[in-house]
Every structure is written in C-alpha cells, then in structure tokens.
C-alpha cells in the first residue's frame, strides 16, 4: 500500500472516529427513570379519602422504541376505587412556555398550597413561608396529574431526544398528548371520564391537546377542559400598535383596574362599571379605531374625554396616545402620581421603581416577583419532606424556553403566512366531533396580560359551541387563587362544573 492510500485510509478512519466520538458526546444518557411513591390522607371538600401521591419520571420513545424524552408528573389518585369509569382523573399544567407545573400545584389544586398575602399588598419576602392543607382541593372528586412539559420542572430530553422536538406549538402538543395516553394506558383508566386544567399558555396547550388526542390512531375524547386565564387567540392579548383587536380587549380590564385603584367609575359597582365599558368598546371604541385618521377633531377628543372616563389617565396624555394606550405604558402611569408601577398579570400589585418616567415597569412585573420566591421554596420543600422526592437536578420552575419556541403550526416546508397564535378553532373542531365536551372558562378582572374581555371575545366566534361553556369572573389577576376569597369561588365553580358534566 503506498503512502497517499495510507494517508487517505487513516483519514477516513479518522474521520469516523471522530464522528463516533461526537455522536456519543451528543447522545444524552439514559439513566434509570426515578419514582417516589408515598401514601396519604386528607379531607377535600367535606370528605377524607386515603390517596397516593406519584412522583415520577416517564420516558416517551421515539419510532424505535427508544427513551428520548423524560417527562415528570405528580399524580394524586384516590385508594380502593373499585369502578374506575366513575372516577374521573384531571391533567393539569402550566404555562409561558417554560413554566412548570408548580403555580396550580401549591396554588389551587394541590393537597397543600403556599400563602401569600391575598390582598396583593406586601411582597412574599424571605423564607421561610407558610404551606396550608388546602380545605378547598378537589381530590375527593377527581384524580389529579400534574404535568412538567419538557425543559420545564424536572423533564428534559435525553438519549437521541432533542429539545427541539418538543420545544414548539405542535410539538408540545404532541408530547403531552402521548404522555396522557401513556398515563391512562399504564394506570388501566382509559374508560374513566377525563379533564384538562391549563393555565395560561397551558389553555392554547389545553385546545391544541385536546385535538392531538382525537387523531394519531387513538382517539381520547375528554369530558371537558378547565381554562384559567385563558389564551386561545394572540390578537386579544398581545398589546402592540397596529393590533386593533389589543386596544379594545385590554380596555375594559384597564376599566376595572382603574376602577380598583380608585382612579375611574367610583360612583358605580365594579360589575356595573364593567359593563358600561363593555359597551363603549364594542359600539364606540371599535368604529372610532377602524375610522383611524378619518375621525374629525372634535370625534378624537370626545373619545379621549370617554377613554380617560374608563382608564383614569389624562385626556391630554390619552390625545398625545392617538387614543391608543400599549399595557406597559398604562401600567407605569396609572399611579404615577404615587410613583409606582402596577402588576400585568395582577393589576392589584404595585412595585415601587427607582425611575419614575420609564416607558414602562422597568423592575419587572410586581405580581410575579412579590410571589415566585414563595412558590419555588413551598414547591421544593414540599417534594422533599411530604413526597420524599429526591433528585440530581433542580427542578425548574421556570426558564427561557420561550425565545427558543417554535410558534409555527405547520411542517417546514410548508407554507404559512405569520400570524398571531390561535387554537380557538381547534378547540371549535374538537368541540363539534365531541358533542359532551365542555368548557370552563375562568378570568380575573385584573388580569392585564390574558383580558377576560379577550374570553368573551374569543369565545364568541372560531366555531365554538357557546351553550357547552361556562364564564366565571374573579376579582383579581391572571392567577387568582392567589386571592382567598376567590381561591374559595373557583375552587366551588370548578366543583360545580366537574358535577354537572
């Protein structure tokens, strides 16, 4: 063999080699799947039942049968049930994209929760905090699976799995569809009625599950979807100029807001002042903005005078707005006479900020870092005293996830015009094939990211069966429970709705 067909055959060597290496450095390990599983007792609603709490590692498999994704879930279900077609089982998950589980978890549904402080007025502080038996849970009638969506909690790819497939609209969808169908399978209750609870992006996750469910060779129609804050159709909750559909779903929750701040409509009950900025949005507000520029002087003033009325801002800052108020700039000038900064997903929070003339909150958003330090500890203390969990990773509550999130619905390849994210037309699909789903959906007044105006108006078109859904108001934010007196209201709403089905 001369030297040149040396030289090329230990380069081919070489170079497989090489290629073998850096296939095993990219190929995760698969390591033992972790489960904890304790037993208990608790008294929910008005009955004790003996239960057994779950913690688990699940591996979803690609086409060969190969673990490639690890998915973590917390599921709670009652002992001795001896006909488990009467004994319903509720998924429940989160939302961002990139947020686990643990907001509905220590929040609302779980068998213990954190408190906070319910009139959103001190900040949740240092440890240690305060975990409850939650006397509001709902475990007596129905199991509960609480689910951590992959990169979120303690799921994550492993093997050949690559965040990537998992990590986007339709693919998220798909693999919390197989886990549910891996759950109900593994567990023997595909004939047990079955729920969904999202929260947030959990409900566009929620409609866009519910399809998967009905198609891939094994079709799961559920009982029904429980929607808190809901978040179907971008347009009604994505503040920017240009979006039409923004500036007048995000109206009356600003009304109520201001209304709560004792900045407009004090003469009037909130329910009343509501309603009244209701019908200014849709018979006013909306032709005066498709009019745009064609409106005369005297038309732009009498709706600026209208929408200060409602929002409690300036007339002359309102003018300079084109009549057009963006979220963040009403979150930072609503008080800023007492320079400080309200809440998106709460408007009930206030953040006291350095700069008091900043476009918008420039600390982030007081309703979330007043509590999120509070649910992080209750969340890892609870798994590792109650549940016995114990773990070679943090468990995360939330991550950057969504920067890296593929919002488009379709295959590449295919084409598709960019738009504003919307699953309400699934949700009409799935609930025009499946004649018994229903749908709970569940809105706070001050929610200024996910507006219970948007419920109303997404719900009102995308073929969706309205006599099949239910609308609760809360006076509070995106995450209500957080609130005692409406942690009571939904709980009972949504025991209510689980009854009547």
């Given amino acids: 063999m001369n030297k040149i067909l040396i030289l090329l055959v230990a380069a081919i060597c070489g170079t497989t080699s090489f290629a073998q290496e850096k296939k095993e450095v990219d190929e995760k390990p698969i390591p033992i799947a972790k489960s904890f599983v304790t037993t208990h007792q608790g008294t929910f609603g008005t009955t004790t039942i003996k239960y057994k709490a779950a913690a688990i590692e699940t591996y979803l498999t690609d086409n060969d049968g190969l673990p490639v994704a690890s998915m973590w879930s917390t599921a709670y279900t009652k002992d001795n049930v001896t006909d488990t077609s009467k004994r319903p089982v509720t998924f429940v998950f989160n939302g961002g994209p990139g947020s686990a589980s643990v907001w509905l978890h220590m929040g609302l549904f779980?068998?213990?929760?954190?408190?906070?402080?319910?009139?959103?007025?001190?900040?949740?502080?240092?440890?240690?905090?305060?975990l409850v038996t939650n006397n509001y849970g709902i475990l007596d009638l129905t199991d509960l699976v609480f689910i951590d969506p992959i990169g979120t909690g303690y799921s994550r790819v492993i093997g050949k799995g690559k965040n990537e497939d998992y990590w986007g609209l339709t693919e998220d969808a798909?693999?919390?569809?197989?886990?549910?169908r891996q759950w109900i399978t593994e567990n023997k209750r595909w004939?047990?009625?079955?729920?969904?609870?999202?929260?947030?992006y959990g409900t566009t996750r929620a409609a866009a599950v519910a399809n998967v469910l009905e198609d891939g060779g094994q079709s799961m129609a559920?009982?029904?979807?429980?929607?808190?804050?809901?978040?179907?159709?971008?347009?009604?909750?994505?503040s920017m100029h240009d979006n039409i559909t923004s500036y007048l779903t995000y109206l009356p929750s600003m009304a109520a807001t201001a209304w709560y701040h004792k900045k407009a409509g004090q003469e009037k009950t909130l329910e009343a002042f509501v309603e009244e900025a209701r019908n200014f949005t849709y018979n006013t507000y909306a032709p005066a903005l498709y009019k745009g520029s064609l409106l005369s002087a005297s038309e732009q003033n009498s709706i600026a005078e209208k929408l200060s009325y409602f929002i409690g801002l300036d007339k002359a800052y309102i003018l300079r707005s084109n009549n057009r108020i963006l979220m963040h700039r009403f979150q930072k000038n609503l008080l800023a006479d007492k320079g400080l900064a309200i809440g998106r997903l709460d408007g009930r929070f206030m953040g006291d900020e350095a700069d008091d003339v900043s476009e918008g909150p420039n600390l982030g958003d007081p309703s979330?870092?007043?509590?999120?330090?509070?649910?992080?500890?209750?969340?890892?203390h609870y798994f590792a005293e109650t549940l016995n969990v114990e773990m070679d990773r943090p468990y995360m509550t939330s991550g950057q996830i969504g920067g890296k999130w593929r919002w488009k619905p379709v295959p590449d390849g295919q084409y598709w015009e960019p738009m504003p994210v919307n699953t309400a037309g699934k949700l009409g699909e799935t609930m025009r094939r499946n004649t018994e789903m229903k749908v709970l959906v569940a809105s706070g007044y001050y929610d200024l990211i996910c507006p219970f105006f948007d419920s109303e108006y997404t719900f009102s078109r995308n073929g969706i069966v309205r006599e099949r859904v239910t609308m609760t108001y809360y006076e509070a934010g995106h995450m209500m429970y957080v609130h005692q007196p409406d942690l009571v209201k939904i709980a009972k709403d949504i025991r209510t709705f689980l009854t009547q089905n």
Avoid: C, H, R, W
């Fill in 191 to 200: 004939n047990s009625p079955k729920y969904i609870a999202g929260e947030s």
């Fill in 174 to 180: 798909n693999s919390v569809a197989k886990f549910m």
């Fill in 222 to 238: 559920l009982n029904g979807l429980i929607l808190i804050s809901q978040a179907l159709d971008y347009a009604g909750s994505t």
């Fill in 368 to 380: 979330s870092y007043q509590i999120e330090a509070a649910y992080t500890a209750a969340l890892n």
């Fill in 110 to 130: 779980g068998p213990q929760i954190v408190k906070v402080d319910s009139d959103a007025k001190e900040d949740d502080g240092a440890a240690p905090y305060e």
